[in-house]
């Protein structure tokens, strides 16, 4: 690692902790119950970074970015530029880079391929089923077992997008990993608002599960491996809760529910990468699907969420929370 790299890694670093979004033990954190807001003390350490970000990343290829905000831009990160919340970097006005680019991200580059040939497979059996899942009954990790915390921002979140999705919401104990298995292989699209799982839950070696409602013998957990035995048929996926995105960094790219959604055949993933405000994040999932039904164009739709959503949360943490891999 150069200079450089060094000197990137320490700035997201110095980020990620000024906002409070490091990861830690999941079990201790009171999800339901984030600030909406950027302390004012640590505003002054985070727009800086944000711009020294923009500075050293995109300046540089500022001239060769579409002038058309509607025009997509992929990301294919490395190493620690994984962490990059590259929506919310900021230009010498303060104008983060959202504001002016349609923003996409994959995990590598062989990635792109895989899920070209997934999106024409899924729009071939055009299936018509949604599933929204919001706040099961949480299973129990570590040793000793404890509980991970409730998430009831996250049922009310699932609740109205169900709504938006004609579809039933399942929340509490209907939501158990065996049922919501079998019903995501039938679903086109499928937004899970609960906790996500890396380095807490490995299986054949690797990294990450989602929580659902534990029922008869097994835990509640549905492991990376798992997901990859679904043979999923969706076109989008929603993993609405706090670092979904984060996983194992390997020569290839980053190895975590993401890479296993898209090795089961989802074309397009929406993760976060932080440890997201509650609040906020129901207001940009809802206003994703709005503006989804409105603009089938996965990427534009959230960009628009995005700028909706600043009006009211203008902070980095929802902003930065999300990005998707199409």
């Known amino acids: 690692m150069n200079e450089q790299d060094t000197a990137i890694s320490e700035i997201i670093r110095g980020t990620r902790d000024a906002l409070g979004m490091s990861a830690g033990d999941i079990t201790n954190q009171q999800a339901a119950n984030r600030p909406n807001s950027t302390p004012a003390r640590s505003r002054s350490t985070i727009y800086p ?11 540089p290829i500022a001239t060769l970015l579409p002038a058309a905000p509607n ?17 919310t970097l900021q230009d010498e006005t303060g104008q983060y880079l ?23 497979k899924n729009r071939q059996l055009a299936l018509s089923n949604n599933l929204v899942v919001g706040n099961p009954i949480m299973p129990k990790i570590g040793n000793p077992p404890q509980q991970l915390p409730p998430l009831p921002g996250s049922e009310q979140e699932a609740i109205t997008i169900a709504q938006l999705l004609n579809t039933q919401a399942i929340t509490g ?20 608002a609960t906790h996500g799982l890396l380095n807490e839950v490995k299986t054949r070696g690797l990294p990450g599960a989602i929580a659902l409602a534990p029922s008869g013998n097994d835990d509640g957990l549905l492991t990376y491996s798992e997901i990859l035995d679904l043979k999923l ?7 609405s809760a706090c670092n979904t995105g ?14 296993a959604l898209i090795s089961a055949g989802v074309p397009s993933i929406l993760v976060s990468l932080w440890l ?51």
Do not use: C
Not at 52 to 58: D, F, H, P, T
């Open 98 to 120: 959202i504001e002016k680019q349609t923003i996409l991200t994959a995990p590598a580059i062989q990635i792109l391929q895989l899920t070209r040939q997934s999106r024409q």
């Open 233 to 239: 048929n969706a076109e989008l996926v929603v993993l």
């Open 71 to 87: 025009a997509p831009i992929i990301f294919i990160p490395h190493q620690s530029l994984f962490l990059v919340f590259f929506a």
């Open 49 to 59: 970074k944000l711009q020294q970000i923009y500075q050293i990343l995109i300046q």
């Open 173 to 192: 104990s209907q939501a158990t990993k065996a049922s919501i298995a079998q019903l995501m292989v039938k679903a086109r699209i499928i937004h899970l």
């Open 276 to 326: 997201v405000p509650d609040v906020a994040t129901a207001e940009l999932m809802v206003e994703f699907y709005r503006q989804l039904q409105q603009n089938p164009n996965k990427a534009q739709a959230l960009r628009q969420a995005m700028l909706m959503t600043m009006k009211m949360h203008p902070d980095p943490p929802v902003l930065g929370g999300v990005y998707a891999d199409w």
């Open 246 to 259: 984060r996983g194992t960094l390997t020569g290839d790219g980053v190895v975590g529910l993401s890479r």
